[in-house]
């Protein structure tokens, strides 16, 4: 997934403009940043975007199937990147002394025989359907269970004391069935919840792991197009066939994770003696108290279980450094992709060139070129090439819960995940960055490369939360991911948002995302060099970055 594409008509109507400052001097290609050492500068010249091309040009290859999490395609180019970063002296950081780390995962489908249906008081029971009327998961990983539970509703669902927020004011919902609305109240203000920007509490996945925690056994959540920034028929594509999760490892999971269609909400609120529109108001104060429907939920889920699993692929330079070395800077980039549709006629290979074979380019190159740096920074490096992004950040997930030194002790993580390669880039994008205590760095490297920042275009998608950066903020990492903007030397930015535009849908999550020969990494060396002179820092620095005060993420940081 490339943050910011699927919005690139919206920006095209915001047209952003940017103090841009005249391209005297060296371009952003051929730059240095004068606070590195000399033989760091060395190395990080040294990086070449043939050698990013010959690693998407292997790993988008037809014969790696598209790269399928749990596939012998994604298998392969697990093997690949290990052997890459052995060549490079990386140290192993995977299980057993191998760059290799096991991600157990299952795929769950849900059954025809699984039944969904709401009963009131009176003993009226109305069956919903599958897909055009609901869309539900076991999360318990069980080939079946059974819900038989009151339906309490509790507005967005968020309990968030940062913003004097809270959905549930101590009501017990342990057992019960929750209802709620997706996204988070509105507001302008920038101080409640972060005003027009989403944050995490208005995400879907938040909403079912606080239900989880707080001991509820079934989510269902209220879909509304506005509200969601989807059409239902997303909501169904997503959740129809198999779906992936980590194997259970303790985390409170839920028996039923659902979606409703609004008008099966409107018809459940009915029977309750309820509005739906004025329950939506409601759940806007902060007064909203949960509301005890008089109908229950019985269900009944039936499930395929298939258990697989798949790697992570993480290698280690040491630090100079006795002490610092201890802590290191991460640099990510998921190698997995969709894989192969038998069924699909003609070309049914997902190669994923730029999705996401560039990232893996990129922080292979960085490997190599810090492997043979003649001086090392003083903290360590770490470099992980993680599965399963596509199946909602999983391997990332799993990194951040199972991270090869303490979270604590990362000082970073400079994610890559689709560097378009088209040319020579005048704009950097790190959304995020700014949330975080490392960021006048970001900024002062940035006017070194002669690179301007671009701005978060549409900050109400929240799509800081669907990379996998995010994976690692979760465990208070201070994380972001790096890409080029729209601005491309020779062209103006209507250019570049016409590329965008035209990969987002000729190409993106299709089989045509693949490699060609006329395709330019410079962008891509660009930004591996951007990456190299901000990792430098991070491993430089007398203090690893935090987050700023406030932050949703500062939490996890200092815990
Ligand atoms: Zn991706």
């Known amino acids: ?32 940043s004068a606070h590195l050492p000399g033989p760091a500068i060395a190395a990080m010249q040294t990086i070449n975007p043939e050698h990013i091309r010959q690693h998407v040009r292997f790993l988008s290859h037809d014969l790696l199937e598209g790269r399928g999490t749990g596939q012998r395609g994604g298998d392969i180019a697990a093997e690949y990147i290990a052997t890459q970063f052995a060549l490079y002296g990386l140290k192993p950081m995977g299980d057993k002394g191998t760059y290799l780390q096991k991600v ?15 009963v009131s008081a009176s003993g009226t029971s109305t069956d919903l359907k599958p897909l055009d009327e609901y869309v ?26 940062e913003y004097n927020w809270d959905d549930y004011k101590g009501v017990d919902v342990k057992g019960k069935v929750l209802l709620m609305l997706v996204n988070e109240p509105t507001s302008d203000d920038p101080k409640f919840f972060k005003g027009r920007a989403l944050t995490y509490y208005g995400r879907w996945t938040y909403k079912y792991e606080e239900a989880a925690r707080k001991g509820a056994v079934g989510v269902i959540l209220i879909h509304k197009t506005e509200m969601a920034s989807y059409p239902w028929e ?21 028996k039923v994770a659902s979606w409703v269609q609004l008008d099966v909400a409107r018809e459940l609120a009915k029977a309750s003696g309820l509005n739906v529109e004025k329950m939506m108001a409601d ?16 269900a009944h889920m039936v499930s395929k279980v298939r258990p697989f699993e798949s790697n992570n692929v993480v290698g280690m330079l040491p630090g100079t450094d006795a002490k610092l070395k201890d802590e290191a800077v991460l640099y990510t980039a998921h190698y997995d992709h969709l894989g192969i549709r038998p069924d699909m006629p003609g070309d049914n290979i997902y190669n994923g060139a730029e999705d996401n074979a560039t990232g893996c380019g990129i922080i292979l190159e960085l490997a190599r070129v810090f492997g ?15 599965t399963a992004e596509e199946q909602g ?75 996998d950066h995010f994976s690692l903020a979760r465990v208070g990492i201070p994380s972001f991911s790096v890409n080029s903007g729209m601005k491309y030397k020779g062209h103006d930015e209507a250019w570049g948002l016409e590329q965008a535009e035209e990969y987002t849908t ?26 190299f002179a901000l990792g430098w820092e991070a491993a430089s620095q007398a203090n690893v970055a935090g987050w700023q005060k406030g932050d949703e993420f500062e939490a996890a940081r200092v815990k």
Do not use: C, W
């Open 1 to 32: 997934m490339r943050k910011g594409l699927l919005v690139v008509l919206s920006v095209l109507t915001a047209s952003v403009l940017l103090a841009q400052s005249p391209h005297k001097g060296r371009a952003a290609d051929e730059l240095s």
């Open 104 to 118: 157990p995962m299952v795929g769950i489908t849900p059954d025809p025989a699984t039944t969904f249906t709401f």
């Open 136 to 161: 539900g998961y076991d999360q318990t990983q069980q080939h079946e269970s059974d819900v038989d539970a009151n339906i309490v509703y509790v507005g967005y669902g968020i309990e968030a004391p």
């Open 234 to 254: 997303v909501v169904r594509n997503s959740n129809s066939g198999e779906k992936s999760y980590l194997k259970l490892d303790g985390t409170p999971k839920l």
């Open 283 to 298: 759940a806007l104060s902060r007064d909203f108290h949960p509301v005890s429907l008089p109908v229950k939920l019985k």
């Open 372 to 386: 043979q740096a003649a001086e090392k920074p003083r903290r360590s490096l770490l470099f992980a090439s993680v």
């Open 393 to 467: 950040l999983l391997g990332s997930e799993y990194l951040g819960k199972h991270p090869p030194i303490a979270a604590g002790k990362i000082a970073l993580d400079l994610n890559y995940d689709d560097i378009p390669p088209i040319g020579s880039p005048q704009e950097v994008e790190v959304s995020g960055a700014e949330r975080t205590t490392f960021y006048p760095t970001v900024e002062a490297v940035a006017k070194e490369f002669r690179l301007v920042i671009r701005p978060d275009a549409q900050p109400e998608a929240g799509h800081y939360y669907r990379s």
């Open 506 to 531: 000729k190409h993106y999550h299709q089989p045509s995302d693949e490699y060609h020969e006329s395709m330019d990494f410079t962008a891509d060396a660009v930004m591996a060099r951007f990456g």
